[in-house]
C-alpha cells in the first residue's frame, strides 16, 4: 500500500507538470478547427457549412476569450448565413470580447428594417456595454421609436440616458414627459440622465420647459444648476423673459425670485427696459438674501439709474444687504473721487462689516490717495479690516507700508500674517514667507530710495514660491489642504454612514479621518488656537469656543477624537451654524461624506444661502473635504467664502 500511494503520487506531479503542455495542445487543435470551419463559408450555403456554424457557436459560446474571439471572427466569413449564430453568441455567450465583436459585426450588415430588432436587444437583460452598442443599430428610424419609449422605463440609467437623446433629437412627446419626471423636484437620478433631460427640453422650448428649467436651477447645484442656466442663455430670449417677470414681483417667493435675479443677471437687457425696471422692484423684495442679490444683479448689468436706491442700502440694518450695496456701488462707480471720499467714511464706521466691506473696495479701488487711509487702517479693531488693509497696500506697491506691514507679520493672527506678507511680496519681489526676522534683516538691508521692482518679476517669484509651496512635504494640513490659519475649527461628519469601510481595506471612513485630525493637532503651531465640532444628529462639541492649543490640550483633545463614534443622521446646518457662531473663528474646515439628512435645513440651496447669509461679516473661509465622492454643496460652501475644496 505504501508503493502504492508513492506510485500515485508520482502520477499525479507528472500529470501536473504536463498539463499546461496538454493544453496548448488542446488550443492549437480547436484553432486548427476553427480555421478549418471558416473554410466553409466558401460554400455557405450546404449542410456542411450549417455544422461548422453551430460548432463556431459553441466555441464562440465558451469562456476561453481567445477561442471564442477567434470564432466569432470565423462566423463573420458567412455573411449573413451567421447572423442568426452571432445573436445567439450576443445573448449567450460566455466571453464578453466576442460578444461585443459578434455584436459590431452583426451591426456592420445591419439595414433600416431591423432598427426595432436592435432597439429590443437594447432592452434584454445584457451587459451595459453590449445595450448601449445595440443602440447604434437603431439610427433615427422612425419604426424604433416604440421600442425606444419602453427604454425610458426599464432599462439602467446609461441606457436610458442614451435612449432619452435619441428620441429628444426627434421632439419625441414620451422624451418630454421623461425629461420632465427626470427634473421633478422629487427625482434623484444620475447627473448625465438629468443632463440629458435638460437638453430634451432645452430642444423643445415650449413655456412649460423654460419653467422646469427654472425650477432645476432653483432646486438643483453644481453642475446640473449650471447646465440648467447655460441652457436658459441659449433658448428664446424674449419666452425666457416672460417666463422670468413675474418672478421679480416683491412679493414672490424667494427661492424663485434668486433664479430670476441670476438669470437676468447673465442676460444682456439694454432692449428689455421692462425687465430693468422689474429687476429694481425687487430691491424691496421682504427677504434679505434677495434683496443681497438683486442689488449685485442690478450692479452687474450697468444699470446707473438705480444707483440711489442702492446708495441707500449700504447703510441698511442687515449686513448680508448692507455689504451687497457697498460691493454692488463700487462696481458702478469705480475710481469715482466721490463715491471714494463716501468709502473712506464707510470705512470709519462703528459697523464693523461696514468698516470690513468698505475696506474690500478700498483695496480693490488701485488708487494712491487712498495709500495713507489703508495705513491708519492697519491699526483698526477688526482683524478682518486689517487683512483687507494689507492686501490693498500691497495692490498699490506701498513702499511707506513696507515697516507696518513687518509689524503686522510679527504680531497678527495667521491670516492676517499672511495677507500682510503677500502685500510685502509684492512690494518686494523677495521670497520669505510669515516669518518676521527674515523680512526685518531684509528692510534693515535696505537704503532710503529702495524701489520696487517690476511688477513682471514678481509675479514670476510668486509661481515659482508656489509651485515650491505645492511640492513641500512639511506643511501641516487636512486632507491635503494646507493650514493657513490659527484661529481654526474642525468640523467633522461621524453619522452612520461614516462607520462604513474607506475603499477596499477594514479601516473605516472615520478611522481615517479620526488619523487626520489628530495628525492636524500635532502640526499646529504655538500659541494656535483650535475646536472639534463632530456631527451627526447633534453637535458634540469639544469646547464652547476656542482654546488655545498645548501640551495638556493637545492630549484632551486627541483623546476627544479617538473617543467619537459613528452614528445616526447628518446634521450638516447645526454644525457650520455652530462654527460660524464663534467670533474667534476665522477658518472651518469641514469633513462630510453624504449630503445633509436631518436638521432645521437640509435642502442644499437654501442651506448654502443661510451659510453664506450668517458668514458675510465674518469672512470666515470655509474649507471642505468631500469623502467617497463630489459634493457640489460643499464646493459651493467652499466657493462662497473663497475657501478651497476636495474630494477623497
Given at each position: 500500500?505504501?508503493?502504492?500511494s ?70 463573420g ?27 459590431e ?79 421633478g ?44 442656466f ?6 428664446e ?50 427677504d ?39 460691493e ?9 473721487p ?53 492686501r ?17 507679520v ?72 494646507p ?71 493637545m ?94
Amino acid at each position: 500500500m505504501h508503493l502504492l500511494s508513492r506510485l500515485l503520487a508520482v502520477l499525479v506531479l507528472f500529470a501536473a507538470a504536463f498539463a499546461p503542455l496538454a493544453s496548448g495542445v488542446v488550443r492549437d487543435q480547436e484553432a486548427d478547427e476553427v480555421a478549418r470551419l471558416q473554410a466553409l463559408a466558401a460554400i455557405p450555403d450546404t449542410d456542411e457549412a450549417a455544422r461548422a456554424r453551430a460548432r463556431l457557436v459553441v466555441l464562440a459560446r465558451g469562456s476561453e476569450a481567445k477561442l471564442a474571439d477567434a470564432a466569432v471572427e470565423a462566423l463573420g466569413a458567412f455573411g449573413r448565413h451567421a447572423d442568426g449564430a452571432l445573436e445567439e453568441v450576443i445573448r449567450l455567450g460566455a466571453a464578453l470580447s466576442a460578444r461585443q465583436r459578434a455584436l459590431e459585426l452583426r451591426l456592420a450588415r445591419r439595414t433600416p428594417a431591423e432598427a426595432p430588432w436592435f432597439a429590443r436587444l437594447a432592452g434584454h437583460d445584457l451587459p451595459v456595454a453590449l445595450r448601449l452598442l445595440a443602440l447604434d443599430g437603431v439610427g433615427d428610424e422612425p419604426a424604433a421609436l416604440q421600442e425606444l419609449e419602453r427604454l425610458l422605463r426599464s432599462a439602467p440609467p446609461p441606457v436610458q440616458t442614451r435612449a432619452l437623446r435619441m428620441l429628444g433629437a426627434v421632439r419625441s412627446p414620451a422624451a418630454v414627459a421623461f425629461a420632465h419626471e427626470v427634473l421633478g423636484a422629487e427625482a434623484r437620478r444620475p447627473i448625465p440622465l438629468q443632463v440629458a433631460a435638460i437638453d430634451t427640453l432645452r430642444e423643445e422650448r415650449s413655456r412649460a420647459a423654460i419653467e422646469r428649467l427654472i425650477d432645476v436651477a432653483a432646486q438643483q447645484s453644481g453642475e446640473v444648476r449650471e447646465f440648467a442656466f447655460k441652457s436658459l442663455l441659449v433658448m428664446e430670449r424674449g419666452a425666457v423673459m416672460l417666463a422670468l417677470q413675474p418672478m421679480l414681483d416683491p412679493q414672490a417667493a424667494p427661492a424663485r425670485t434668486l433664479v430670476a435675479l441670476e438669470a437676468v443677471a447673465r442676460f444682456d437687457l439694454s432692449e428689455l427696459p421692462e425687465l430693468r425696471s422689474a429687476l429694481r422692484s425687487t430691491l424691496g423684495h421682504g427677504d434679505s438674501e434677495v434683496r443681497a442679490a438683486a442689488l449685485r444683479a442690478v450692479a452687474a448689468i450697468g444699470d446707473r439709474e438705480a444707483l440711489a436706491p442702492l446708495e441707500r442700502a449700504t447703510l441698511d440694518p442687515d449686513p448680508l444687504v448692507a455689504v451687497a450695496a457697498i460691493e454692488a456701488v463700487s462696481r458702478l462707480r469705480r475710481g469715482e473721487p466721490a463715491w471714494n471720499q463716501r468709502l473712506r467714511q464707510l470705512a470709519r464706521s462703528r459697523l464693523p462689516l461696514q468698516r470690513v466691506a468698505a475696506t474690500q473696495a478700498l483695496a480693490d479701488a488701485d488708487d494712491p490717495t487712498l495709500e495713507p487711509l489703508l495705513r491708519e487702517l492697519l491699526d483698526d479693531d477688526s482683524w478682518r479690516v486689517r487683512e483687507q488693509a494689507a492686501r490693498g497696500l500691497g495692490r498699490l506697491r506701498s513702499v511707506a507700508a513696507v515697516a507696518p506691514l513687518i509689524e503686522l507679520v510679527a504680531n497678527e493672527r495667521r491670516r492676517v500674517r499672511l495677507a500682510a506678507a503677500a502685500a510685502l511680496r509684492r512690494i518686494s519681489g523677495m521670497p520669505f514667507t510669515d516669518l518676521a526676522s527674515d523680512w526685518r534683516r531684509w528692510w534693515a538691508d535696505q537704503g532710503d530710495g529702495f524701489v520696487p521692482p517690476p511688477l513682471a518679476e514678481v509675479e514670476a517669484m510668486e509661481l515659482r514660491l508656489a509651485t515650491n509651496r505645492a511640492r513641500a512635504t512639511t506643511r501641516a494640513s487636512f486632507y491635503g489642504l494646507p493650514i493657513e490659519s490659527d484661529h481654526l475649527a474642525l468640523v467633522v461628519d461621524v453619522s452612520g454612514s461614516m462607520g462604513s469601510p474607506e475603499g477596499t481595506g477594514e479601516r473605516t471612513k472615520l478611522d481615517v479621518a479620526k488619523d487626520e485630525v489628530c495628525e492636524l493637532i500635532r502640526q499646529l503651531e504655538p500659541g494656535a488656537e483650535l475646536n472639534l465640532l463632530f456631527f451627526s444628529d447633534h453637535v458634540r462639541r469639544w469646547k464652547r469656543g476656542l482654546c488655545r492649543v498645548d501640551r495638556a490640550s493637545m492630549a484632551h483633545a486627541t483623546a476627544f477624537v479617538r473617543a467619537q463614534k459613528a452614528d445616526g443622521s447628518t446634521n450638516l446646518h447645526e454644525a457650520l451654524l455652530a462654527a460660524l457662531d464663534d467670533p474667534d473663528v476665522d477658518t472651518v474646515y469641514v469633513l462630510s461624506d453624504g449630503a445633509p439628512t436631518v436638521g432645521r435645513v437640509t435642502d442644499p440651496a437654501l442651506l448654502r444661502a443661510e451659510v453664506r447669509h450668517r458668514n458675510v461679516g465674518g469672512r470666515v473661509r470655509l474649507n471642505a473635504i468631500s469623502i467617497g465622492g463630489q459634493s457640489p454643496l460643499l464646493r459651493h460652501l467652499a466657493e462662497d467664502s473663497g475657501g478651497s475644496y476636495v474630494d477623497r
